[in-house]
């Protein structure tokens, strides 16, 4: 428990953002706010890897409450790990050697990611993959029972992707979820081919919403949010090597939709507080929600920074039990530090409205 006083019941949203394999850092979050009683997710946000949490975790509260909640997260991150086309050789004492962290193995490791990158660059997956083959269907498939996603009245959910044609956001809501809108949501255009629905095309869900806030705002009853953040918001040091520079444009191009949504409510906060909260704000429902959010943000960039972009497609056991292992310490740390802010105040500040 985070205090010898058990809080009064609190309803929070939850913001999870995507980024591959990373996603097992969220897993670790979900794991540990999911022992504390007394904390209710009201709706959840999610988009790529923070959709596929996302369903577990309700389908996973219809099957046996929080512990159920539990047992399907882990179902689905095993799964996970024993459909990695190298997933042995991390399970042995070639774990060491292998790992995404060996500095000696970088070198070797660098030219073949660049060459795959060359590759990637001149082939599309129509072309490498014509069978349209995707192991996460199967993964989905196997672990997730949809029609206790669609049925879940323990908390609502939002999955985020991208219409191709338009570029605009498109948000699948609970009751109408399959599995094909959340691959849409993780359909990263290199790897995987557009996943179609209802005749039309959509990719990941990052480029439009990483993850998307005003659902969860408009739609759900709690008053605090919580962002769990995936992709470094800050890397001090200026990237100089090809492969570093690429990157960290991933990591700027996966969260200038966050950033953007929310300077948005940070703009609208201040436009209710220069006009001395107006009636005439108030009459709008949306406005009045936003005046009264409280944001949070849970994340742990220093840990997942020295990851690396790259290693979000690293799904070894040892790898993705790391990842559970920083998420979970980083949900424990701030419950310490915050459980009593729920309910109270923002712990979080938003974006500066002003450029330059």
């Excluded at 009201?42 to 949490?53: D, L």
């Excluded at 997933?87 to 060491?96: E, M, V």
């Excluded at 439009?208 to 962002?227: C, K, Q, V």
């Excluded at 990157?247 to 300077?263: C, G, M, Q, T, Y």
């Amino acid at each position: 428990m985070t205090s010898r006083r058990t809080p009064p019941r609190k309803r929070i949203d939850l913001a999870l953002q995507g980024g591959g394999s990373h996603g097992a850092f969220t897993w670790g979050v979900l794991d540990r706010l999911l022992e504390e009683e007394w904390l209710e997710i009201a709706g959840v946000s999610g988009t790529s890897a923070g959709a596929m949490n996302a369903v577990a975790l309700a389908a996973g509260l219809m099957e046996g409450g929080r512990v159920g909640a539990q047992a399907a997260l882990r179902r689905f991150w095993m799964k996970v790990a024993d459909t990695a086309p190298f997933g042995p050789l991390h399970h042995g004492p070639l774990a060491t050697v292998l790992g995404p962290d060996n500095p000696w193995l970088q070198p070797w490791i660098a030219p073949w990611r660049q060459a795959a990158q060359a590759l990637g660059s001149q082939f599309s997956p129509y072309q490498l993959n014509p069978l349209n083959l995707n192991p996460l269907r199967d993964i989905l498939q196997h672990t997730i029972d949809f029609d206790r996603v669609r049925s879940c009245h323990h908390t609502q959910l939002f999955i985020a992707a991208t219409h191709v044609a338009t570029g605009e956001l498109r948000v699948f809501r609970q009751d109408e979820l399959t599995a094909d809108m959340v691959l849409a949501s993780a359909c990263l255009p290199l790897l995987f081919q557009a996943v179609e629905i209802d005749g039309e095309a959509y990719w990941d869900g990052g480029y439009a919403g990483n993850p998307t806030l005003m659902p969860l705002i408009s739609e759900t009853d709690a008053d605090d949010l919580l962002l769990v953040p995936i992709n470094p918001s800050r890397r001090d040091a200026v990237p100089t090597h090809a492969s570093d520079i690429l990157d960290r444009a991933d990591e700027v191009v996966f969260n200038a939709s966050l950033l953007k949504e929310l300077r948005t409510i940070a703009l609208i906060k201040e436009l209710i507080e220069d006009a001395g909260r107006p009636d005439a704000c108030y009459q709008r429902p949306l406005f009045r929600r936003i005046d009264d959010l409280r944001l949070h943000r849970l994340d742990a960039d220093a840990e997942l920074s020295r990851f690396g972009a790259s290693s979000k497609l690293q799904t070894s056991r040892r790898f993705l039990l790391e990842l559970h292992r920083v998420g979970h310490k980083a949900a424990h740390d701030w419950l310490l530090a915050h459980a009593q802010d729920i309910g109270r105040r923002s712990t979080c500040p938003l974006p500066s409205t002003h450029s330059g």
